[in-house]
């Protein structure tokens, strides 16, 4: 993978920035700038070296051209965040958004509007991937977030543009990644939760020969619970995942890791803000009972475990941490991570936004902005946009 130290001399030069914008807005403003700033670095660089900047991201899934979904909210921050001047395309692409990326001078920012308002950028058509590269001279890919994905900015306009390379934040995050699953300093404990057992048993796989222990959280434990021939009540739990969690179960028998469940549970008989939590000592839940977390128990000894690691990795929230009845499970791994010694790894939508929330961000030695990305990697698949930059 190229980096900006083999990008060469852009003085002067126009360069196409796929950066990842793509953040929450409430009635226009971001609500969570951590993806503006964390493109910041990368943005000063080539600032610095002389460039024009062309930045193009995608925000949210629009159909058409929503207004809600306009960078401009993303755009008016960037401008706080560098005190520069940040200027707003009226389009993605086309012959007034050319004459403004030639107008450009150095250290001066263009923002493309929302490159998904383009169909052609999720089917990697080449026209359009041929008009983004009309407007530079120059590419580097920042997006670790869009980096599994073979878009038109992130795969298509790469292949045309010679002198390319990967930005800072991309760098980092496939080098942190890499070294966690070539090189981990040992023991490794894998925190794995979240929702369901099919989204991640590819991860698990993996953690089942790399780490000295994976801690099994959220509503992911039912489908192992059910596998071992226990009641799950209502909790989340489909079939699939059951027969996903058995084969799981299978191959930790003779893994290198050690494969835990949780000990204890909150239970309540809906998912709701308002409904009564109890303790559950036991994993055994009653008929149309549901389980929403990891019980007191069973986060003491997590948080035992992940001291103890020369290396962290945590991907999904150990409950339904949205609701306050059921967040202290994910609030005391959170805890446990930010405290930990060891080299901490966050990679997950969900379990970033919930380090986030609890102001722990800047304790964890890496978190990734990259949810499924970073679940890729793992996984050992090959990012379209990583290989792209080669
Ligand atoms: P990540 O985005 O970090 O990879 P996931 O998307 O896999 O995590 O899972 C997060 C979601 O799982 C959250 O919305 C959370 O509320 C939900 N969740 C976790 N545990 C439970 C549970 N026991 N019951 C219902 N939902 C749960
Ligand atoms: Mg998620």
């Known amino acids: 993978m190229r980096t900006l130290a083999d990008l060469g ?41 002389g460039a024009r900047l062309v930045l193009v991201s995608h925000l949210g899934r629009p159909k058409e051209r929503e207004p809600e979904l306009s960078l401009r909210p993303a755009a ?37 509007e929302n490159v998904r308002y383009e169909p052609g950028e999720t089917k990697n058509d080449p026209a359009l991937a041929a008009a ?22 992130t795969v298509g ?21 890499s070294k966690l699953l070539e090189d981990p300093e040992q023991p490794l404990v894998a925190v794995l939760g979240g929702a369901k057992v099919s989204d991640k048993i590819a991860v698990i ?75 559950l000592d036991g994993i055994e839940v009653p008929e149309g009972m549901m389980g929403l977390d990891i019980g007191p128990r069973t986060s003491e000894r997590y948080a035992q475990a992940i001291g103890d690691a020369a290396t962290v990795f945590w991907n999904g929230p150990m409950g339904a941490f949205e609701l306050e009845p059921f967040a202290a499970g994910t609030r005391a791994v959170a805890e446990a991570v930010a405290s930990a010694p060891g080299t901490t790894v966050v990679g997950g ?27 890729e990697l793992i996984e050992g698949k090959a990012l379209p946009g990583v290989e792209a930059l080669k």
């Open 349 to 375: 939508g969900d379990s970033a936004a919930a380090v986030q929330g609890l102001g722990l961000a800047d304790r964890v030695t890496h978190l990734s902005t990259g949810g499924g990305a970073a679940l």
């Open 157 to 177: 306009v790469a292949e045309l543009i010679e002198q390319r390379a990967a930005g800072l934040l991309l760098e980092r995050e496939v080098m942190t990644l």
């Open 76 to 112: 008016a921050h960037l401008a706080e965040l560098t005190e520069a001047k940040v200027t707003l395309a009226p389009a993605v692409v086309g012959e007034d958004v050319r004459a403004l990326a030639d107008r450009l001078g150095r250290g001066e920012m263009l923002v493309l």
């Open 205 to 279: 796989e993996r953690f089942l020969a790399l780490a000295d222990t994976i801690l099994i959280g959220g509503a992911m434990c039912f489908p192992f619970f059910a596998a071992q021939g226990h009641g799950v009540g209502s909790s989340l739990c489909e079939a699939d995942d059951v027969s996903l969690a058995e084969r799981a179960l299978q191959a930790a028998a003779g893994a290198r890791a050690r494969l835990e469940l949780p000990r204890d549970l909150v239970i309540a008989d809906r998912l709701a803000a308002d409904a009564r939590a109890q303790p």
């Open 9 to 49: 001399d852009v003085d002067g030069k126009r360069v196409l920035v796929r950066v990842d914008f793509n953040v929450p807005l409430d009635d226009g403003r971001v609500t969570d700038d951590t993806r503006i700033r964390a493109a910041v670095p990368t943005i000063e660089e080539l600032r610095r070296r």
């Open 132 to 153: 983004l590269a009309e407007l530079a001279d120059a590419y580097v890919d920042d997006a670790f977030g869009a980096a599994h994905r073979a878009h038109a900015s």
